[in-house]
Nanobody, 120 residues
């Protein structure tokens, strides 16, 4: 079992920044690819960013490239999402997720989510 807990959400003005964190427990953290997803009201879940176990393979969806940075600290079992130049359309519940790097084809473990609200 892998348990994930997100933190760092809140209310910010457009153009501001937030740093989300996701603390993991239950398995060897470096064996898991980690991802950030978000879901806005009435919208499908969106894959925002992902990072491999070593940190060497990174993905961003086009809408956040140049503004968001995903990183991880395996010694702390934590993955981060630094969000800069926030826009109202970034408003959503942000979820941390994990997948086993060798063989798993989908994210199997999910956190409870943290609300990010960006005001105009």
């Amino acid at each position: 079992q892998v348990q994930l807990v997100e933190s760092g959400g809140g209310l910010v003005q457009a153009g501001g920044s937030l740093r989300l964190a996701c603390a993991a427990s239950g398995r060897t953290f470096s064996d898991y690819r980690m991802g950030w997803f978000r879901q806005a009201p009435g919208k499908d879940r969106e894959y925002v960013a992902g990072i491999s176990g070593s940190g060497g393979n990174i993905y961003y969806t086009d809408s956040v490239k140049g503004r968001f940075t995903i990183s991880r600290d395996n010694a702390k079992n934590t993955v981060y999402l630094q969000m800069n130049s926030l826009k109202p359309e970034d408003t959503a519940v942000y979820y941390c997720a994990a997948k086993y790097s060798m063989g798993s084809t989908r994210y199997d473990y999910w956190g409870q989510g943290t609300q990010v609200t960006v005001s105009s």
